[in-house]
């Protein structure tokens, strides 16, 4: 009977003693990133964030020891505390810019108002803001389209299991950071709470990656983390803090990566995040009460988009409850009709971005004109009202226009 048995073969064995991996991770895949979708090549990719406890996991964790458990457990805190860090220091450091940027560009059109050349002010005005936004409409479109728009839509997406290509990529991270700068500075009616969760979230996937093989730049005390629920849970704590670095609110950061952004939620990844976002304000606190001293430059004290909490009792009564419900009312319908309309603008907006690159930078560029005349022209339609008598502080615009 023995000698009826095929002897095993090499390839065979070789494939039940050692791990598949290693043979086939240079391989390439030509289909990666890419899902058929109908008769389109749609560039995504869905991530698998369920864990398979097979044999195989309860082996790996098995052949683990104390120390590499407590590696595991002290990196992922390790890491939330690099991620408050880095994104407490570029929130600071794009709301520093902007409000210098923003700050020259006020006091130059004001001073020019100052002295009677209005044509010249407005000039000054109209052309600033057109080239800071079309600075970041070339930049985004030519090196990271993934960079458009506030980023929210595509970290939710990725989130909840679909990842598109570049969405969360070093370049996408840097084109974000000048754009947001260049596009807020602009005076366009953009906020920054959505190109900070973008940020917080590309930083905390960068961190999370250790590093790239393709230059040489991999750590192998971060080898835990080379998994989509690791990741995920690393770009969830990226958004809390960038959300947390946007309005120095880390509870509001932890509650909108819990109700706006995960479907996916632990309660140690709760505690990590909560962590997160405390890091991101005592470090913003921190460089506030810098520029508080001066040492900012000229706009670094936070006029603009600064935010701050300040402690005051105000009383309400019942007769005010009537206004408000009908302003809650009247919200509601303009809000509703608002809506009804955005929709109908979108549809024609991504008609004309199908057609070339020209026509996206070209949208960007009508929206800034039209933008700039709208803030520079609606208050000639206002008469000035004088300051109240019994005011305890100075005009805004006396000594400071």
């Known amino acids: ?56 996991y309860k082996q790996d964790w098995r052949a683990r020891d104390k120390i590499q458990n407590f590696q595991y457990i002290f990196m992922k805190w390790l890491l939330c505390f690099l991620i408050g860090c880095i994104v407490s220091v570029v929130g600071f450091c794009n709301n520093l810019a902007v409000e210098n940027i923003a700050g020259v560009k006020f006091v130059i059109t004001s001073n020019m108002m100052l002295t009677g050349r209005y044509e010249m002010a407005f000039l000054v005005f109209f052309l600033s803001n057109l080239v800071l936004t079309l600075f970041a409409a070339i930049i985004t479109t030519f090196i990271s389209p993934a960079a458009a728009g506030s980023g929210i839509p595509e970290m939710k997406a990725y989130l909840n299991g679909v990842d598109a290509p570049g969405i969360i990529s070093l370049r996408t991270l840097i084109v974000k950071i000048i754009g947001s700068i260049s596009a807020v500075s602009s005076s366009l009616l953009v906020g920054k709470a959505g ?26 005390w971060i080898r835990f983390f080379k998994n989509d629920r690791d990741r995920r ?13 946007a309005f120095r609110a880390p509870v509001g950061g932890v509650l909108f990566a819990l109700e706006e952004m995960a479907s996916w939620w632990t309660s140690g990844l709760l505690w990590r995040a909560f962590f ?10 921190a460089l506030i009460d810098v520029c508080l001293s001066g040492k900012c ?45 955005l929709d109908k603008v979108l549809r024609v907006y991504a008609i004309i971005n199908k057609k070339s690159v020209t026509y996206k930078i070209f949208i960007a560029c009508t929206i800034s004109i ?12 206002a008469s000035c009202q004088p300051c109240p008598l019994d005011s305890t ?9």
Not at 205 to 219: A, D, E, K, N, V
Not at 370 to 381: A, D, K, N, V
Not at 393 to 401: F, K, L, V
């Open 233 to 245: 849970d690393l770009v969830t704590c990226g958004s809390a803090a960038g959300i947390a670095a």
């Open 297 to 341: 430059g000229l706009f670094g004290k936070g006029g603009l988009i600064m935010f701050d909490v300040y402690s005051a009792n105000i009383s309400y009564h019942m007769q005010d409850v009537p206004p408000v419900l009908l302003l809650g009312v009247v919200g509601g319908i303009l809000g509703s009709l608002y809506n009804f309309l």
């Open 370 to 381: 039209f933008t700039s005349c709208l803030l520079f022209g609606l208050p000639w339609l």
């Open 1 to 56: 009977m023995s000698e009826n048995v095929p002897p095993v073969q090499t390839h065979d064995h070789e494939a039940l003693t050692s791990p598949l991996l290693p043979h086939y991770q240079r391989a390439s895949n030509s289909t990666s990133q890419l899902a058929i979708v109908g008769v389109n090549v749609c560039p995504i990719e869905s991530l698998d964030y369920e864990i398979a406890e097979n044999d195989f």
């Open 195 to 220: 190109p900070m969760m973008h940020i917080g979230a590309c930083i905390a996937s960068l961190l999370g990656q250790g590093g790239s093989r393709r230059y040489g730049l991999t750590w192998k």
């Open 276 to 285: 997160t976002t405390a890091v991101v304000a005592i470090i913003l606190r």
């Open 393 to 401: 502080e100075d005009c805004p615009t006396i000594g400071r226009s």
